[in-house]
């Protein structure tokens, strides 16, 4: 097994050969957010089995991301590769390399946000073993099974999980624990979905509106937040009446017969139009990778 130190300098490799650049610090926070994501999902695997399915997921990751037929070629032969290998082991000796693994990883002792929130970290930076939906209880069944290969034994015997390149691994270990679909059913994830889709496309259709200047001037908002500070109480329901002699409430729009045009969301669209015809030398700038992914305490 190699060395951590040897480990790190691979992943800073794949890291800055993207146009992101990392400080020493950045990249420190960075390697431990990846170290610690390890050490949990190996802590709390509960089998053998589970290890491997956990491997696929990363690999089902990657297959994902790439579009070119030749690397999805590649990640393929590098999901069967580790099907073959680690299928011709027994339960025992996948279990032991989760053991060294550990045993390696045991000084990295960092709290990771996105788990403390989820509860599966505590504030002295252990695990939380929570029950999932997916348990070998490899600990019952070790005297039976520790001395027999991954691929002599039915998946069925061991909670299932599929090794086929596009099978259902059953455990979460391994995904993408930032998703907001992360854990849900395969129902509840496809009504969040539509549900983010439906209140996404109408928020832009309404910020499209008042940013074009072509937002109904009869429509009364339930309620109004300000979040900009150019932001006056005309926007405010009902500020933009006025009251005539006689008591009643008026548009103070009506008869205008045009749509009213927001100068300050003109000038802004100018500006960002603007900004898509900077130099491309402005995209080597330095950016603090974190800032995209998570805190790491």
Not at 103 to 131: M, T
Not at 225 to 242: A, F, G, Q, T
Request: glycine share 4%; with cysteine.
């Amino acid at each position: 097994m190699i060395e951590i130190s040897q480990l790190r300098v691979t992943l800073e490799s794949v890291v800055l050969s993207s146009i992101m650049k990392l400080d020493k610090s950045s990249m420190d926070k960075l390697f431990d957010l990846m170290i610690m994501m390890v050490k949990y999902q190996l802590k709390v695997a509960t089998g053998p089995r589970e290890i491997i399915l956990i491997t696929l997921n990363h690999i089902d990751a990657m297959r994902d991301m790439v579009s070119d037929v030749n690397a999805q070629k590649c990640v393929s032969m590098v999901h069967q590769m580790v099907v073959n290998f680690y299928g011709c082991l027994t339960f025992d000796e996948v279990w032991n390399v989760r053991q060294c693994c550990l045993k390696e990883l045991e000084p990295y002792n960092v709290r990771v946000s996105i788990l403390l929130r989820r509860g599966l970290q505590n504030d002295d930076a252990s695990f939380n073993i929570i029950p999932q939906k997916y348990d070998e209880k490899y600990s019952e069944h070790k005297n039976t099974l520790a001395t027999m290969r991954i691929k002599d034994v039915s998946p069925e015997t061991c909670c299932g999980g599929s090794f086929d390149t596009f099978g259902d691994r059953k455990t979460l270990l391994g995904k993408n624990i930032y998703l907001p679909t992360y854990g849900l059913t395969e129902n509840a994830r496809r009504d969040s979905q539509q549900f983010l889709r439906d209140c996404g496309a109408k928020a832009e259709l309404g910020m499209l509106a008042v940013q074009l200047g072509t937002e109904e001037a009869n429509y009364e908002r339930p309620f109004t937040l300000n979040l900009l500070s150019n932001m006056d109480e005309e926007n405010v329901n009902n500020s933009n009446r006025e009251i005539d002699a006689e008591g009643n409430n008026k548009r103070s729009n009506v008869g205008s017969g045009k749509p009213k045009l927001n100068e300050d969301y003109k000038a802004k669209l100018d500006t960002a139009y603007a900004d898509f015809f900077e130099d491309e030398q402005d995209l080597k700038r330095n950016m603090d990778l974190l800032d995209l992914l998570d805190e790491i305490e």
